[in-house]
């Protein structure tokens, strides 16, 4: 893979992508997550760190589009102004959470059509967005699988047939292929084991830097953040503790929930 | 002279939360101002809070107090306080951090990674291979390791890749952490080299060296942490 760089990411972009205003989301008496406010600028990505439990999960849910919060708003940029996407009518929200935003699933049979073969998992999504030619789709589906390094030869074989690595790696072109602006991951790499997280991680690194999109990824791993991420968030108890830089708040940090976080781990 | 980076009243203290909570103070009001084609050498004993110093310059660490003013284009910058696009911003183009240490990510190759801060300020991709070539040999790299990722390499390889990386397209500010420390003498000369054609292009540099050889080759003015005087 080259580590080439997309020029869009040079262009100080004005106009913000989402906006995060005062998210809350409980559980009868329990908080999920609270008082959640944010701007995500195209291009950008943003990690959400913290331990199990402690709603990072539960926010990502609810800027997706997959939950509905029980306070406040999520604004997305969508034909020349911000709309919330909870005040669009349910087949307009489910419209774009299929074109404008994608979602990278932890686990990728939550993702994936598991009886569907490799190129209609990656064509189906450009015939959600309007394609209609069949020879274009399966082409576009096959350079897709190549991006994510998966052999063209795989393209009529089922998802179950291929190892967690590979799935993983075509949820990501499934995700992709509509080419959004922004897309949501909840622990891409989890469950993998280290040398498959390697190599899945410096693809998505170079796929949201070439492509230019806007990232928001979950993860309880540091080294992903600093990796992947610009700006991170660290989540406590459905709080947000501190927040800033990647490397800032992994190597100064501030909070004392956030000095056991970076402490904890061997070399992030 | 062109004021390039000023640092005002940067105190900074530790607080270590899951330790009893005990602070650690380790810069106490600390000013200058380093201009176009200037190289400050900040110096003093180990732990005096050099290393801290550069880190808070970089936006890496954050001050108690204090500001760090950096030009960037038409503007000056307060990084301690600026929002993160335009730190990151302010990264890509004006101002680089460079240390002994090269920061591997998986299955890059050596080529690549040397090219990769040159392509994202628009340099076209030809001349920025032809360039990232010529430094690696320059810097005594054999050609047959440019294809491979750096993470199998000695130290020292990996480390003139870092250099390589930072100085093939030197920033209008560079901050310097030990760039030279255990680099053999052939080498060594060639990053002194390195620093000096930048400085002379008009980078500012500033920078920590033991070395005393390279700190002399290099400094147009020092700072000395301990007793807090600059010397001329």
């Known amino acids: 893979m080259s580590a080439s760089h997309s020029p869009s990411r040079l262009v100080s972009e004005l106009e913000p992508l989402l906006q995060v205003n005062q ?44 939950d509905t919060p029980s306070h406040g708003e999520v604004l997305f940029r969508h034909g020349g102004g911000m709309v919330d996407i909870f005040s669009l009518p ?29 190129g209609g998992n990656v064509g189906e999504r450009l015939m959600d967005r309007g394609d209609r030619h069949f020879g274009a789709i399966r082409t576009s589906a096959g350079d897709w699988l190549s991006r994510v390094e998966i052999d063209k030869s795989r393209i009529d074989d089922r998802p179950r047939q291929f190892s967690g690595g590979m799935q993983q790696r075509l949820q990501i072109a ?13 622990e891409p790499t989890g469950g993998l084991d280290v040398s498959v997280q390697a190599r899945l991680l410096d693809l998505l690194r170079v796929l949201v830097r070439d492509l230019g999109i806007a990232a928001v990824i979950v993860t309880h791993d540091l080294a992903v953040a600093r990796l992947l991420t610009d700006r991170l968030m660290v989540m406590k108890d459905g709080h ?10 992994l190597d100064d940090p501030h909070h004392a929930y956030t000095q056991l976080l970076a402490s904890a781990v061997l070399a992030a | 002279m062109i004021p390039m980076l000023e640092a005002k009243q ?19 009001n600390i000013g200058f101002t380093v ?31 204090g500001h760090v003013m ?64 010529n430094l690696l ?68 540099i500033i920078g920590i060296f033991h070395d005393e050889a390279v700190r002399d080759s290099v400094a147009t003015r020092s700072l000395d942490l301990t007793p807090l005087k600059v010397a001329a």
């Open chain 1, 23 to 66: 998210v809350a989301k409980y559980y009868g008496e329990r908080i999920g997550c609270e008082d959640i406010s944010f701007t995500l600028w195209p291009g950008e990505v943003l990690g959400i760190v913290g331990e199990s439990g402690s709603g990072k999960s539960t926010l990502l849910r609810c800027l997706a589009g997959l």
């Open chain 1, 90 to 118: 349910e087949a307009t929200r489910r419209a774009m959470m299929r074109t404008e935003w994608g979602i990278v699933h932890q686990n990728p049979r939550d993702g994936l059509r598991m009886d569907v073969s490799a």
């Open chain 1, 174 to 186: 499934r995700v992709l292929v509509s080419e959004p602006r922004l897309v949501f991951m909840d």
């Open chain 1, 240 to 249: 947000v503790v501190e927040q800033g830089l990647t490397d800032q708040v």
């Open chain 2, 10 to 28: 940067v105190s900074k203290a530790f607080t270590l939360h899951n330790q009893g909570g005990v602070t650690l103070p380790v810069l106490n």
């Open chain 2, 35 to 65: 201009h176009r084609g200037e190289a400050l050498v900040l110096q003093g004993p180990s732990g005096v809070g050099k290393s801290t110093l550069l880190r808070i310059l970089y936006g890496n660490y954050r001050p108690s107090t």
């Open chain 2, 70 to 133: 950096v030009r960037h284009g038409e503007s000056m910058v307060d990084i301690v306080h600026a929002d993160p696009r335009l730190v990151l911003q302010v990264r890509r183009k004006t101002l680089s951090y460079v240390s002994q240490f090269l920061r591997v990510i998986p299955r890059v190759s050596t080529l690549d990674i040397v090219k990769d801060p040159m392509l994202g300020r628009g340099v076209p991709d030809g001349e920025a291979t032809l360039r990232a070539q």
């Open chain 2, 137 to 204: 040999a320059r810097l005594n790299l054999p050609e047959r390791l440019w294809a491979l990722p750096p993470s199998t390499f000695s130290g020292g390889e990996q480390q003139r890749v870092n250099i390589a990386r930072s100085f093939v397209d030197p920033t209008e500010v560079m901050l310097l952490d030990e760039p030279t420390a255990s680099l053999d003498a052939g080498n060594r000369t060639v990053v002194v080299e390195l620093i000096n054609e930048a400085r002379e292009k008009g980078a500012s």
